[in-house]
């Protein structure tokens, strides 16, 4: 079922992770795009008006803060991306999506809703 109301939001970490994908020969074998045709692909995708880029939302550093207090006391270097996802969700007020059960399981213990893809 396809909800109208969708929206696919971009920010700047999941950006430069799409143009990272796209032009990675391991991830995309003899499709790997110059970073030319990566943008091009990325600015096809705002194109769709249920697409977005969206800058940081007022909070967000108050929210990174918190969802990596579980790790203030270690090094944890691997778990700052999937904090600071979190926390741009939280400040947006947005659902998280992810394809990380992982991630899924943090939001969850955060109350934050996350939808895993799988």
Same mark, same amino acid.
Do not use: H
């Given at each position: 079922m396809e909800d109208e109301a969708a929206e696919v939001l971009f #920010?700047?970490?999941?950006q430069?992770?799409?143009?990272?994908?796209?032009?990675?020969?391991?991830?995309? +074998?003899d499709d790997c795009l110059p970073l030319r045709k990566a943008w091009a692909v990325y600015d096809r995708w705002l194109h769709d008006p249920k697409?977005?880029?969206r800058h940081e939302p007022a909070g967000v550093d108050e #929210?990174?803060?918190h969802?990596?207090?579980a790790w203030a006391s270690i090094s944890a270097p691997?778990?700052? +991306?999937?904090?600071?996802?979190?926390?741009w969700s939280q400040a947006a007020h947005v659902p998280l999506v992810t394809?990380?059960?992982g991630l899924s399981r943090l939001a969850g213990k955060l109350y934050h809703e996350a939808i895993l893809l799988v």
């Open positions: #920010c700047r970490f999941r430069v992770g799409l143009l990272r994908l796209l032009s990675t020969i391991g991830v995309m +074998g697409v977005e880029f #929210c990174f803060r969802t990596t207090s691997k778990a700052l +991306g999937d904090c600071y996802l979190l926390a394809f990380d059960k």
